[in-house]
């Protein structure tokens, strides 16, 4: 992750050039007069020639400008046509100047005067806009990558960043775990990393194969029959809120999915090696409530599983018990998360029997189709849980789109074989999915995310870089602070 320094000021001279990026709201002659006197007029210049405005988005980049710079990036920061900024536009201006500052390791981050408060944020921005993922590049890796940047901002805003650094490091993780290829990430080795943040103060406990099967994981063991590598359930616990009951966050991760015996075409096949997107987002959850000492007590559940075809591979057909006593007829090996989820859903509101419970899943391929790649799709049976967060991804710019549920829907997975049948038609497919899963918490407020669509993604937008964006992360981050807030 990118190292972030507070300073309360920076001198810039002749003698000790530096690489600065310097986020403004506009380009008046004020806000960039004293930028302008060190370049000699060049700076007014070229925001002349290129109509650099201060939107977010623009970039203005000069290079060595004058003896005190190697290079000047200017970076807007305000909503288009105006010149009001918001959290959100400030961490875009920090993810671009990152993005923009190519060739240097260390860099400077300064703001625009009035825009000194929202630092934090710029350097949040800056650190997902600088993440990269160059694990297994031997060729063409880049000599120089930014590593290191220096934020001028007071006191105040360096004690923000203490708290909200916490954000962009759970963030990176998240990536890091979906990003990494199947054969290093198997349900044990995603394990064995989970066991690792016990060094912030998680309590982590794993489940294997054996006691899996002692609980009655039928649904989830059923899944990881075909594979030569064997499952783990990992519970994560964060206690900060002393007695009070404790909202639990369950995660898929399936850490690759062939689809099983109803084997998926081989064209994109090699992106199901983030079919654990909501396990590696709980994962950087609950990585960051330790890392900041949430005021709350978070339980993380994530179902760990490979999902292959082999000679022991569960077949259409087959019938499963379910960890909470329902049975499922398995109609498509391919729809095995909501299998996975069943029985991580159910244990979780028995064990811990928690005030609210979300999960978070890359589902559904008809999600994607239903709402693209800009919103995730969710569902619940809690409209108070729905607002709120709703409320915290509008916030974060992580955006849900509530997505309808009913009788009508519920009784489409209904089967004379078993209690339920793991898919209905294609109509409606994500809904009936998450009617599926609705089945396994009982009266728990819950709220399924299906982030199929946005856990993963193809080109590099705002903040999120091409591949694994960590998304849910800041998202549920928000929603809990929003809960502490309110006492």
Not at 246 to 268: C, E
Not at 397 to 415: H, S, V
Request: charged share 20%; aromatic share 4%; with cysteine.
């Amino acid at each position: 992750m990118l190292d972030v320094s507070f300073v309360p000021s920076l001198a810039l001279d002749d003698a000790t050039p530096r690489a600065v990026a310097f986020l403004c709201a506009s380009a008046s002659p004020e806000d960039l007069k004293s930028l302008d006197a060190l370049c000699g007029g060049a700076v007014l210049r070229a925001v002349a020639q290129k109509e650099f405005c201060g939107d977010v988005g623009q970039v203005l980049s000069l290079v060595a400008p004058s003896p005190a710079f190697t290079q000047l990036v200017l970076v807007g920061a305000a909503e288009k046509g105006a010149s009001k900024v918001a959290p959100t536009g400030m961490e875009q201006a920090g993810a671009a100047a990152a993005r923009a500052l190519e060739g240097v390791e260390d860099a400077v981050l300064m703001l625009a005067p009035g825009l000194e408060k929202f630092a934090p944020e710029a350097a949040l921005g800056a650190v997902l806009g600088a993440y990269s993922f160059t694990a297994y590049r031997t060729k063409n890796v880049p000599k120089k990558v930014l590593t290191r940047v220096d934020v001028v901002a007071d006191d105040a805003a360096a004690a923000r960043w203490a708290d909200l650094s916490a954000v962009g490091s759970g963030v990176s993780l998240a990536r890091d775990l979906v990003n990494e290829p199947a054969n290093v990430l198997n349900p044990v080795t995603f394990a064995d990393r989970i066991v690792e943040l016990e060094e912030h103060g998680l309590k982590v406990e794993v489940l294997d194969e054996q006691a899996m099967a002692e609980l009655g994981f039928g649904a989830l063991l059923g899944v990881a029959q075909g594979s030569a590598t064997p499952p783990r359930l990992v519970i994560m616990r964060h206690d900060g809120g002393g007695d009070e009951a404790p909202l639990a966050f369950v995660g898929k991760g399936v850490t690759f999915d062939s689809g099983g015996i109803s084997i998926k075409p081989a064209a994109g096949m090699d992106e199901m090696k983030a079919d654990m997107g909501g396990a590696a987002a709980v994962v950087g959850l609950l990585s960051t409530l330790a890392q900041r000492k949430a005021k709350v007590n978070a339980i993380g559940v994530v179902g760990l599983v490979e999902n292959m075809v082999s000679g022991t591979a569960q077949r259409p057909g087959d019938v499963v018990m379910s960890h909470s006593g329902q049975t499922i007829e398995v109609l498509n090996t391919d729809a095995e998360g909501r299998l996975v989820l069943a029985d991580a859903l159910s244990y979780t509101k028995e064990r811990f029997d928690p005030r609210v419970i979300v999960n978070l899943a890359t589902l559904t391929g008809a999600i994607v189709v239903s709402l693209g790649t800009e919103h995730a799709g969710l569902f619940s049976n809690n409209d108070g849980l729905a607002s709120a967060l709703s409320g915290a991804g509008t916030s974060v710019d992580e955006k849900l789109w509530r997505m309808p549920m009913g009788a009508a829907y519920d009784k489409q997975i209904d089967t004379d074989i078993a209690d339920m049948k793991n898919i209905g038609g294609r109509p409606g497919s994500a809904i009936l999915a998450a009617c599926f899963l609705q089945r396994f918490v009982g009266k728990t407020a819950w709220a399924h995310l299906d982030i199929a669509g946005t856990a993963y993604k193809s080109k590099a937008e705002a903040v999120t870089p091409k591949g694994a964006t960590g998304f849910g992360v800041r998202l549920l981050d928000r929603y809990v602070r929003d809960i502490e807030a309110q006492g």
